[in-house]
């Protein structure tokens, strides 16, 4: 199993980024996916997730402005990332979260996925 995060960088306030996550070893199309963020001595948190059926939850800091979706003939998915705010700086990992055990309806709970990627760093100056 593998979750491959890449598309950070460095950016100003304002400016949009997308991040990308491409996966293998496991059923992409059965899983949802979530994207959380993370920053130095803070435990990881929720930004946004997508079902296994295409429905999205997002955090509340970043409704209106962050996209998640996925691409099940690439098993990828993206999160777009637009009006960014030095707030959004951290790291960004993409998950994995399988059906078949323990989930929410949201998504939105780092104990509940069962893979992760390796994190990309997201940089945003005002």
């Known amino acids: 199993v593998q979750l491959q995060a890449s598309g950070g960088g460095s950016v100003q306030a304002g400016d949009s980024l997308t991040l990308s996550c491409a996966a293998s070893?496991?059923?992409?199309?059965?899983?949802?996916l979530g994207w959380f963020r993370q920053v130095p001595g803070k435990e990881r948190k929720f930004v946004a997730s997508i079902s296994w059926s295409g429905s999205t939850h997002y955090t509340d800091s970043v409704k209106g402005r962050f996209t998640i979706s996925r691409d099940n003939s690439k098993n990828t998915v993206y999160l777009q990332m637009t009006q960014l705010k030095p707030e959004d700086t951290g790291v960004y990992y993409c998950a994995a979260d399988s059906p078949a055990g323990y989930y929410t309806p949201n998504f939105d709970l780092m104990f509940e996925y069962d893979y992760w990627g390796q994190g990309t760093q997201v940089t945003v100056s005002s």
């Open positions: 070893g496991f059923a992409f199309s059965r899983y949802a």
